[in-house]
């Protein structure tokens, strides 16, 4: 079934750092890929999609490329902040439409020091 | 901006006892979730709910559960008889395209 791998955390950084969370993903099809981000004590927020090959979703200053020959979904930063410090999950579907499920990666802890 | 809410935010209970976990979706959805996320593991897909029916469930989602939208704003998960394992944090989404998920409710079975 439809699977996703996520860089095992926990991340500690710096401010102002680079960031990068890799993704990979096994799936029949073309799925549409996600990052969820949670932040302590709250629920899971979308943070960035993409829906097919080659898009690249973008938010907050994260970028994230749906590279089609890798099966990746790499989560980028160039300068992160304290505030970026959360739990951030890569997921995906079977479609965006209607009604679908998400497969969730493990989530990778990051933790940004001043 | 709408959100998703859910009640209670934290539940403790005695193992074999029933526990009904709330959420309120956003008014317009028609796409109703639970996920749930046991500490330290993966966020796993347990129902999806249209129409009011279930159009899927996963293996975990087994004769013990069961959901219901008992009126037009909530969306409830039932747990019949809890077990030790079903300890997590469940999580309510709904969506038209994007799901947006509540702050979830931490089940904690005793």
């Known amino acids: 079934g439809d699977s996703v791998t996520q860089m095992e955390g926990p991340v500690t950084l710096s401010e102002e750092a680079f960031l990068t969370i890799n993704c990979t993903y096994t799936?029949?099809?073309?799925?549409?890929l996600f990052w969820y981000v949670q932040y302590p004590g709250e629920g899971l927020q979308l943070l960035l999609k993409?829906?097919?090959?080659?898009d690249k979703g973008s938010n907050k200053g994260f970028e994230a490329t749906y590279r089609k020959e890798t099966t990746s979904f790499h989560l980028e930063k160039g300068s992160v902040q304290v505030s970026d410090s959360a739990v951030y999950f890569c997921?995906?579907?079977?479609?965006?439409?209607?009604?679908?499920?998400?497969?969730f990666g493990a989530g990778t802890t990051v933790t940004v020091r001043a | 901006e709408p959100e998703v809410t859910q009640t209670p935010s934290h539940q403790v209970t005695q193992m074999g006892q029933e526990v009904i976990l709330r959420c309120v979706p956003i008014?317009?959805?028609?796409?109703f979730y639970w996920y749930r996320q046991i500490l330290g593991q993966k966020v796993e897909f347990l129902v999806s709910?249209?129409?009011?029916?279930?159009?899927?469930k996963s293996e975990i989602f087994d004769d013990q559960f069961s959901v219901e939208r008992p009126d037009g704003s909530n969306f409830t998960l039932k747990i019949r008889s809890t077990k030790l394992e079903d300890s997590a944090m469940y999580f309510c989404?709904?969506?038209?395209?994007?799901?947006?998920f509540g702050p979830g409710t931490r089940l904690t079975v005793l």
């Open positions: 799936a029949t099809g073309y799925p549409s």
């Open positions: 993409a829906t097919k090959a080659d």
């Open positions: 709910f249209y129409n009011n029916e279930i159009s899927e």
């Open positions: 989404a709904s969506s038209e395209e994007v799901q947006y």
């Open positions: 008014s317009n959805h028609l796409y």
């Open positions: 997921a995906l579907s079977e479609g965006l439409l209607g009604d679908y499920k998400l497969s």
